[in-house]
């Protein structure tokens, strides 16, 4: 007992030398799961849908009026640093908010999955000319990214509620709240720019992202999430309570 408790202890060590510098280790699990299930999403509704699936246009007539504008591929790129860096930052600033956020998060991508699967949309897109850095980097996004699945856009709900984890938090610095908003417009713009999705999309990213946060912080969802990744992670790092 007393050489379990031991090697117990040098695994906590190692962790909050290394990783725990960065992650607190109750959030660990949580960082993982969300990087995880953002990338899969796509995956298996693709795999459900099948070759049969019909498709819909949520096309307005300003969609038809927006340019192409590779050089927005910057924000839609950089997005993705604000999904994993914020919730890293709310691990270490607001343990409570971090989870909050989570299950906002959680809860997303499940609204997401079900409109993605019982309401599937899809784009046209246009041919990018050029040769340039970002239009060589829009081609090669057409090429990984299907232009299906549009409907909420994950890039809008996600930026928005990495904003609403710190909206209103007078405790954070008014220059961090309105970088956020501020980038979160173009992160935005960057979805309609570079024809990755429609208006209506941007609309329903905002719309859930300010549903779920308000569940995650009105119910015991967030509380419920939280106890049991403590107790997981507990368990995986060998933390005594």
């Known amino acids: 007992m007393q050489e379990k408790t031991k090697k117990e202890r040098r695994i906590c060590r190692l ?14 699990l949580v960082i993982i799961l969300m990087i995880a299930i953002n990338c899969s999403v796509y995956f298996f509704t693709e ?3 099948g070759e049969d699936a019909v498709y819909h246009s949520l096309a307005i007539p300003l969609d038809g009026r927006i340019p192409l504008v590779p050089a927005f591929m910057i924000p839609y790129v950089l997005s993705y640093v604000l999904w994993v860096g914020t919730p890293i930052f709310l691990a270490w600033r607001d343990r409570t908010r971090f989870f909050d956020m989570a ?6 991508i499940v609204i997401a999955f079900l409109f993605f699967y019982f309401f599937p949309v899809s784009i046209e897109r246009p041919t990018v000319e050029g040769n340039d850095l970002f ?3 829009v081609r090669y996004l057409y090429e990984i990214d299907a232009p299906r699945n549009l409907f909420p856009s994950l890039h809008c709900m996600h930026t928005w509620t990495c904003y609403l984890a710190i909206r209103g938090r007078r405790e954070y610095s008014p220059a961090l709240r309105w970088g956020v908003f501020v980038f979160a417009l173009f992160v935005f713009a960057s979805t309609v720019l570079l024809r990755q999705h ?4 941007i ?11 308000l569940l995650a912080t ?3 969802l967030s509380r419920i999430l939280e106890r049991g990744f403590t107790r997981l992670s507990d368990a995986i790092f060998f933390q005594k309570g």
Do not use: M, N, Q
């Not at 609309?203 to 946060?213: D, K, R, S, V, Y």
């Open 47 to 49: 795999l459900l849908l």
């Open 218 to 220: 009105k119910t015991k």
């Open 103 to 108: 299950a906002a998060f959680f809860l997303s």
């Open 198 to 201: 429609y208006l209506a999309d």
């Open 203 to 213: 609309a329903g990213g905002i719309l859930f992202a300010e549903l779920c946060t």
């Open 135 to 137: 239009s060589v980097a």
């Open 15 to 28: 962790y909050d030398r290394t990783i725990g510098k960065a992650v607190p280790r109750g959030c660990l």
